[in-house]
């Protein structure tokens, strides 16, 4: 007596029920076996490694709700357990890059699944914001990024201020989130589709209810689509920025925003990026680059959601001048600020990187004038952070090239659909340094058959493991996963 | 009474003399204008002040032959005044790139200019060799490169020291130059195809006689097609070789060979590499590799082709396989050994580049340990170095992503021939990034348009212009030429 789809969604409910099993068994023995450790002080390696262990078993139990609910990525096909997992750690590490075809059918995807899937952008972005704290803001190139002047108890990384610090940037986590589901609802979005918008949105996830992403809503009308989009626009920026400085902006104004370098940096590119578009875009006559106020909209929209890597499309970019597509594809390598949502490289990082080689160059021209990074007016004192961006950006760099390779020669040619000719050749290497750097930065979208208005359902099963563990490489800044990694670093001194 | 090729051939003629006059003009003007300087001590910023300005010269100077003797790039098409540098670059630089279609035709290009063309990589190669002891030999990164083992007189860096190393190393370039004439003149060349080729190997410049590049040999029949092009490949990895190694196997046999990290790492790059497009490309079919004879034959050739940075084809790897078009994309960032006529980085900057960052991972872990980078068994003492080569490979990936910004931005859709659909604009991205690759590193043919079939002549004339600059850029090794820009160099301390 019930529809297919009632009934569908009645396996959705039973496999969240079942997951939440599963959670409390694991809980309980993790709990029983560490019984008797009597708290005290974490050391930074063993923080790391919590880090590191604490991702791999949420993107396992995350990806319990699609396994045993049934959840199909297209007609007839299940999901397997690597495309759960694949679903589950791009929600956590607020990729939002998806092997579900069809959002929008209740026969392939429950609804309560759908809550699920944007849910875990809200707890991976709440859980970014508060490692930060936690991880980052301990050693001295975090401390670096979170600025000294946090206000709190001034003895620092001292457990209380950290305490105070992680609960002031989880309280204007949720409270933004809390504002914008209002916003969009006043807008002319259900609660659902507010909720779930405003967790991708705020947790730079990307993760849509709808088959056409954001896009969806241009059918609210000329204006009231365009007010979405602006919304949608100005909350992104938001989550990409550092939340000291939001809290610092909340407490003093809007000038400590202006005052800060990254910022700064970060608006200088979202605006210099958005004129070269706007500018090329319209000379090239590319699809919503008709009229200029449209140009801007959607220019920006695309600029600021890849910037930010949150994901979201509102145009295919895929079909853009070549300006267009280069230019996002290196954008994609900068991310947010840093102590945001914001996954990718971060601005600091590129800001650091650039002062870093100004200094180099200038002492292989006068050796002997001693100098030291100044950023936001305090000179860096920490002789290990021009060598800790070094080896990041390297990182990168390393882990980038050996995905793509191993991408391109074992990913079968089957994936771009047609039979292998010269152009799904040269498709086929685009696409995939593409994809490589949408999941390792976590943005979600790449070029071609991973592209603005594609999936990742095409990719096979390895290739799909691949991403899993890119995306949290990329999301816990390499090195907490590498650590697990290194037997060396376990060693004690 | 002259036929037309004839005729041509004349005008050809008449173009080299003329440039010699004008050569002598400008020569003689320099030296009236410098009659007063005393001679004396070179400081380093001076000497690699001269380096540039007579990089700049050269092509200028070099480009005469082809712009006065109106050699044509295609039927109706006279070089213009940029292609013709473009032409006179390529060849200084070793590059090896062409905008000329058809080599083969009297009537497009005179035999006396399509000599002079490969005399250009001679020359290249020669002052390459020379000006590696004259320049980098002095600074401590050169020093490191150069290995202290250099016999000569024992104060470092001295005038006659290097007057003698420079004199060595230009007795060994011309001398294998001649052998490797003798030897493809007994494997059945003409003296004429023998030369040229010669030149484009030990120069690892690429430039042929024929439009079918090395593959040309293949007519000359099984077993003599197979033996030229094992020549080749044995004199490509002698001139991919440090001098200083070459002169101190002759002197104490091929041990010194394999007690040099950079040799070790060099060929077991090639080995490596080989083994994998021999493997991918037999699983896929690729056409050379029926059988596994031919398989190694084709394999081997590209691949040392490619990362010693000559340039010569024997097999159109634009239809390979993605693991090997792949693989010969990375190869190019490689590049041979320090000291040799190769371009590229040079593989001893990746064995630096490894061993510090395996330096700065574990200084991550224990900061209390201080160690030195060791190479070759001797420890590199100098603090500078590694700051030295980030600074390199930073602006090596900052020169390319901006040049390959710049030339999807700028370069019509024309180049590509048919209208822009989808598939050319991925083809247009990943074209842009093996030509800016395949110029920066000197390497000469890069992917599609500009693939081993082809050439540079599609593209457009400031397309053109910014290859000369990337093929300066690559040969100087970055340096020399951006202290000419770069007002500050030039400030007194
Ligand atoms: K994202
Ligand atoms: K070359």
Redesign the pocket.
């Known amino acids: 007596f019930l529809e297919p789809a009632e009934h569908f969604e009645y396996a959705g409910f039973r496999g969240l029920l079942l997951s939440m099993v599963v959670c409390c068994i694991v809980g309980g023995a993790l709990r029983f076996f560490g019984r008797h450790n009597r708290g005290g002080q974490l050391f930074q390696k063993e923080a790391m490694a919590i880090v590191g262990l604490s991702w791999v078993m949420a993107t396992i139990l995350g990806a319990m709700p699609f396994y045993l609910s049934g959840t199909c990525t297209s007609e007839g096909n299940t999901v397997t357990f690597i495309e759960a997992m694949f679903e589950s750690q791009s929600g956590f590490s607020?990729?939002?890059a998806t092997v579900l075809t069809d959002l929008e059918s209740p026969d392939l995807v429950p609804h309560c699944i759908l809550f699920w899937r944007s849910w875990t952008h809200f707890l991976g972005g709440l859980g970014i914001v508060v490692l930060f704290v936690a991880i980052l803001g301990q050693g001295s190139a975090g401390k670096a990024m979170m600025r000294a002047e946090m206000p709190g108890p001034t003895k620092e990384g001292s457990m209380p201020r950290m305490q105070h610090t992680a609960l002031v940037f989880a309280a204007i986590y949720v409270g933004l989130n809390m504002i914008l589901t209002a916003v969009y609802m006043l807008e002319g979005m259900s609660l659902f589709d507010g909720l779930c918008h405003a967790f991708g949105t705020m947790a730079?996830?990307?993760f849509s209810t709808y088959n056409a992403s954001h896009g969806q809503f241009a059918q609210l009308g000329e204006f009231r689509g365009a007010l979405v989009d602006y919304t949608t626009i100005a909350f992104m920026i938001a989550a990409g920025t550092n939340f000291t400085l939001l809290y610092l902006t909340l407490l003093g104004g809007p000038r400590k925003l202006w005052a800060d370098v990254e910022f700064r940096t970060y608006v200088g590119i979202i605006l210099l990026v958005t004129v070269g578009i706007v500018f090329f875009g319209m000379k090239a006559g590319d699809q919503k680059f008709e009229t200029f106020s449209s140009s801007v909209r959607y220019g920006l929209f695309q600029v600021v959601s890849i910037l930010t890597?949150?994901?979201y499309g509102t145009a295919d970019f895929d079909g853009w001048n070549n300006f267009g597509r280069g230019i996002l594809l290196l954008l994609m390598f900068v991310g947010g600020c840093a102590g945001s949502t914001g996954?990718g490289m971060k601005v600091i990082r590129h800001v650091l990187f650039y002062k870093i080689l100004g200094q180099e160059i200038e002492r292989a021209h006068r050796p002997r004038v001693v100098r030291f990074i100044r950023i936001g007016g305090t000179t860096l004192d920490d002789a290990h952070l021009p060598h800790a961006i070094v080896v990041y950006f390297s990182m990168i760099l390393a882990i980038f090239v050996f995905s793509w390779l191993l991408l391109i020669t074992f990913e079968p040619g089957s994936t771009w659909g047609a039979l292998e000719t010269d152009s799904t050749l040269d498709e086929k290497l685009l696409d995939s340094a593409a994809a490589v750097a949408a999941t390792l930065n976590?943005?979600?979208p790449g070029f071609g058959v991973a592209g603005a208005t594609q999936n990742y359902a095409q990719f096979s099963q390895g290739a799909k493991l691949m991403f899993v563990w890119l995306m949290m490489l990329g999301r816990v800044e390499v090195y907490s996963v590498l650590v697990l990694i290194f037997p060396s670093f376990w060693r004690r001194n």
């Open positions: 607020t990729t939002g730079t996830g990307g890597t949150t994901g996954g976590n943005i979600g």
